[in-house]
């Protein structure tokens, strides 16, 4: 997939905001400080497409960008560690959950884990939750480039172990700092695109 345009469509808080385009979509999920919009970023080659937070947590929105008139790119808001109020927690939850159940044009979640650390519970419980509503997905491991080779291939193995990866889900190391994994992320994602992989 070879991404030439990018745009921002809409930051949208509920269904009836949500595009009628028919298009495909991924989506993009992941704890609040994964590294979601710098992996948007480093996929579209756009600095600021996605707005890089320093407050975890502050993507209360479901953003949609349009890529190239093929897809778009949805970016769900992140879980953990963000210091809200209960209420406002269960209503993203709503959202997410709302959005991943029930949305037709989705083809496919990108789901993002700090490779430096093992997946969390919730990390764990949003993989599993993924797999029991059979959406295909893609494991992203965020920051490769703070973590050295010689350890690399330990951490992406107990990564996939502690998550209960099966056979058919990819696991791809990417540095949005060296575009490290980029290629490879872009080629799953036009196979959920387009089957053919054109």
């Known amino acids: 997939m070879k991404i030439t345009r990018a745009e921002f469509v809409v930051s949208a808080a509920s269904p009836r905001q949500f595009p009628r385009e028919g298009l495909p979509e991924i989506a993009f999920v992941g704890r609040s400080n994964v590294g979601k919009s ?3 970023n480093s996929l579209t080659r756009r600095k600021n497409l996605a707005k890089v937070s320093q407050t975890p947590g502050k993507t209360r929105l479901i953003t949609f960008y349009r890529i190239d ?3 778009f790119f949805v970016d769900l808001p992140g879980y953990g560690f963000a210091r809200v109020p209960k209420a406002v927690k269960e209503q993203w939850a709503s959202l997410l959950e709302g959005y991943l159940q029930n949305r037709e044009e989705l083809c496919g979640v990108v789901q993002l884990v700090d490779l430096r650390h093992l997946p969390t519970a919730a990390d764990c419980q949003m ?4 797999q029991h509503y059979g959406i295909p997905v893609l494991v992203v491991g965020t920051k490769a480039d703070k973590v050295s080779r010689g350890r690399r291939r330990e951490q992406e193995r107990q990564i996939a172990r502690t998550l209960g990866l099966p056979p058919d889900v990819p696991l791809v190391s990417h540095s949005a700092k060296t575009g ?3 290629e490879e992320v872009l080629q799953l ?3 959920w695109v387009s089957p053919a992989g054109t």
């Open 38 to 40: 710098s992996l948007l």
């Open 69 to 71: 008139n093929r897809c």
């Open 127 to 130: 993989f599993a939750w993924l």
């Open 180 to 182: 490290e994994g980029r």
């Open 189 to 191: 994602l036009a196979k």
